[in-house]
């Protein structure tokens, strides 16, 4: 039996993915700040889809870097 992994806004009952909380989206984000894969992060395709446009919102405004020095 496969242990498979819940996703984290489903279980959490979250409405939506807000790009303003810089907090919550650092945890999606591997220490290069890329976005991790959805196998690795655990979440659904849905949500992995509006983590991604909402990392790349707060990208352009500034509230998370692009790379790292």
């Not at 395709?45 to 790349?56: F, N, T």
Request: with cysteine; hydrophobic share 40%; charged share 30%.
């Amino acid at each position: 039996m496969i242990n498979q992994k819940q996703c984290f806004f489903c279980t959490s009952n979250m409405k939506g993915i807000d790009y303003k909380d810089a907090e919550t989206l650092k945890r999606f984000l591997d220490p290069q700040f890329r976005i991790m894969p959805k196998r690795r992060s655990g979440l659904c395709s849905l949500h992995q889809r509006k983590l991604a446009s909402a990392v790349k919102r707060a990208r352009v405004l500034a509230s998370l870097p692009f790379t790292v020095r």
